[in-house]
């Protein structure tokens, strides 16, 4: 092993054992050089005052060597911020912006010790880092039955975890704590779990209230004092977009600090937070009370990111933190938060109307971007296809009964007719 792993797994063991535990083979053997390419041009930036030959870039006239005709489309920003490189970790600016606004939002992590955010390729990466750090062959990896199904791609097929379910909801449609509970302590002998929390929820776009966050963090302490070594995931991608009745905010803030056998991760990111999607910018943070653990962690992060992509997107760090310093920020993303809110209070209307009869029931919803029908006469598949091509409407078939509807994407005045078009699909269909 090369003696920088094993310096980072000596002051994980020594600041917290279990922590060193939770890692994979690879997370164990992962490491960011030190004397390799980026070090030595570090170093020279900050030092070769004469000539740099070191960074594989091009330059001209003192700066980013660029072309007009890209230039003159983003004349808004200097070529320094576009063109070279970003630091693998991020920007550093972008990286204290985020920070701070995961303090402002989450007033719960004011006083606990976590790191400072390292910048990903959106959401998808930051979950593939957590993947390739803490999930070898065969580890549990324990997530709701209602989900995004890229978790059965990163966690399982990537890293042959052991994927888990438990369903979500309880008859009464309250967040199933008790079934997280008994995922959690049905991995004793192994020792280990990587829990998966993803609120608001997709695809139901369930967020649970403040009792249900209590039970969740109980159930995860109530698995830790069992001997189990657990990493939490916080799956944050529709932070901020909460309607009703509901936690607003991460459970990380509840969790870092909580127990020694419990290491929360956030995976969160302006991508759907700011509405950039196209953008590609998501962060992962860590939270520990020992520096030495922070650091390693962080550390070894980055030898994941400097393995795979190098760095993420400089161009869409720059977008994305001039945006975040703007005096208009609060005031723009209010706005499109009104507008978010008031299509899912219409569809929830809607469905509470009484206009669609007794062919569908609906998961609870009060966060994000999308909500859930549970069919009861028709199958989801066979209505999601003719929706398509009789009616020209897409949808999401989940499973036999499940169909996901993104209000996120349907203006607030056509609510009302793609409803009514669902359910003409599900008459049609009973009619065969």
């Given at each position: 092993?090369?003696?920088?792993?094993?310096q980072?797994?000596?002051?994980?063991k020594?600041g917290n054992?279990?922590?060193?535990e939770m890692?994979?083979?690879l997370g164990?053997?992962?490491?960011?050089?030190k004397e390799?390419?980026?070090?030595?041009s570090?170093?020279?930036?900050?030092?070769a005052k004469?000539?740099?030959?070191t960074?594989?870039i091009?330059?001209e006239?003192?700066?980013?060597?660029?072309l007009?005709?890209?230039q003159?489309?983003?004349s808004?920003?200097?070529p320094?911020?576009?063109?070279?490189?970003?630091p693998?970790?991020?920007?550093?600016?972008?990286?204290t912006?985020?920070r701070?606004?995961?303090?402002?939002e989450?007033?719960?992590?004011?006083?606990?010790?976590?790191?400072?955010p390292?910048v990903t390729?959106?959401?998808?990466?930051?979950l593939?880092i957590v993947?390739?750090?803490?999930?070898?062959?065969?580890?549990?990896v324990?997530?709701?039955?209602?989900n995004?199904e890229?978790y059965?791609?990163?966690f399982?097929i990537?890293?042959h975890?052991s994927i888990?379910?438990?369903?979500?909801f309880?008859?009464d449609?309250?967040?199933?704590?008790?079934g997280?509970?008994?995922?959690?302590?049905?991995?004793k002998?192994k020792?280990k779990a990587?829990?998966?929390?993803?609120f608001p929820?997709?695809p139901?776009?369930?967020t649970?209230g403040?009792?249900?966050?209590?039970?969740?963090?109980?159930?995860l302490?109530k698995?830790?004092?069992?001997?189990?070594?657990?990493?939490?995931?916080?799956?944050?991608a529709?932070?901020?977009?909460?309607?009703?009745d509901s936690l607003?905010?991460s459970?990380?803030?509840k969790l870092?600090?909580l127990h020694?056998r419990i290491?929360?991760?956030k995976?969160?990111g302006?991508?759907?937070?700011?509405?950039v999607?196209?953008?590609?910018v998501?962060?992962?943070t860590?939270?520990?009370?020992q520096?030495?653990?922070l650091t390693?962690?962080?550390q070894?992060?980055?030898?994941i990111i400097?393995a795979?992509?190098s760095?993420?997107?400089?161009?869409?760090?720059s977008?994305?933190?001039?945006?975040?310093k703007s005096?208009e920020?609060?005031s723009q993303?209010?706005?499109k938060f009104?507008?978010m809110?008031g299509r899912?209070?219409?569809v929830?209307?809607?469905?509470?109307?009484g206009?669609y009869g007794?062919?569908?029931?609906?998961?609870?919803f009060n966060?994000g971007?999308?909500?859930?029908l549970?069919?009861k006469?028709?199958?989801a598949?066979?209505l999601r296809?003719h929706?398509?091509?009789?009616?020209g409407v897409?949808?999401?078939?989940?499973g036999?009964?499940?169909?996901?509807?993104a209000?996120?994407?349907?203006a607030?005045?056509?609510?009302?007719?793609l409803?009514?078009?669902v359910y003409?699909?599900?008459?049609d269909?009973?009619?065969?």
């Amino acid at each position: 092993m090369n003696p920088l792993a094993e310096q980072l797994n000596q002051n994980l063991k020594s600041g917290n054992n279990h922590v060193y535990e939770m890692l994979s083979i690879l997370g164990k053997e992962i490491y960011f050089p030190k004397e390799g390419i980026l070090s030595q041009s570090a170093e020279a930036t900050a030092n070769a005052k004469k000539f740099n030959a070191t960074i594989g870039i091009a330059t001209e006239n003192g700066g980013p060597m660029h072309l007009a005709t890209i230039q003159e489309t983003l004349s808004a920003y200097k070529p320094q911020d576009l063109y070279p490189y970003a630091p693998p970790a991020g920007k550093p600016e972008l990286r204290t912006v985020w920070r701070d606004k995961m303090i402002q939002e989450n007033p719960a992590l004011a006083d606990k010790s976590f790191g400072n955010p390292v910048v990903t390729n959106a959401l998808t990466h930051g979950l593939s880092i957590v993947a390739d750090l803490f999930v070898d062959e065969g580890d549990a990896v324990i997530y709701p039955d209602k989900n995004w199904e890229n978790y059965e791609l990163t966690f399982g097929i990537r890293r042959h975890g052991s994927i888990i379910n438990y369903p979500l909801f309880t008859e009464d449609m309250t967040f199933n704590s008790a079934g997280l509970e008994e995922a959690l302590l049905a991995q004793k002998d192994k020792g280990k779990a990587v829990v998966i929390l993803n609120f608001p929820n997709n695809p139901t776009g369930y967020t649970p209230g403040v009792k249900e966050g209590e039970e969740i963090v109980a159930a995860l302490v109530k698995a830790a004092e069992a001997g189990i070594n657990v990493v939490v995931v916080t799956d944050d991608a529709y932070f901020g977009l909460f309607f009703e009745d509901s936690l607003t905010e991460s459970l990380f803030g509840k969790l870092a600090g909580l127990h020694p056998r419990i290491l929360p991760v956030k995976v969160d990111g302006a991508t759907k937070e700011e509405f950039v999607w196209g953008f590609r910018v998501g962060f992962i943070t860590f939270a520990a009370e020992q520096t030495e653990v922070l650091t390693a962690l962080e550390q070894k992060t980055l030898g994941i990111i400097r393995a795979t992509i190098s760095s993420c997107s400089h161009p869409s760090q720059s977008f994305v933190l001039r945006a975040l310093k703007s005096p208009e920020f609060e005031s723009q993303k209010a706005e499109k938060f009104v507008i978010m809110k008031g299509r899912a209070n219409k569809v929830k209307s809607l469905l509470d109307s009484g206009k669609y009869g007794d062919v569908w029931e609906y998961y609870p919803f009060n966060s994000g971007y999308f909500m859930c029908l549970k069919l009861k006469t028709v199958n989801a598949e066979a209505l999601r296809q003719h929706l398509i091509y009789e009616y020209g409407v897409g949808t999401i078939a989940l499973g036999d009964q499940d169909l996901r509807i993104a209000f996120s994407c349907i203006a607030e005045e056509n609510l009302e007719e793609l409803f009514d078009l669902v359910y003409k699909g599900v008459l049609d269909l009973q009619k065969i």
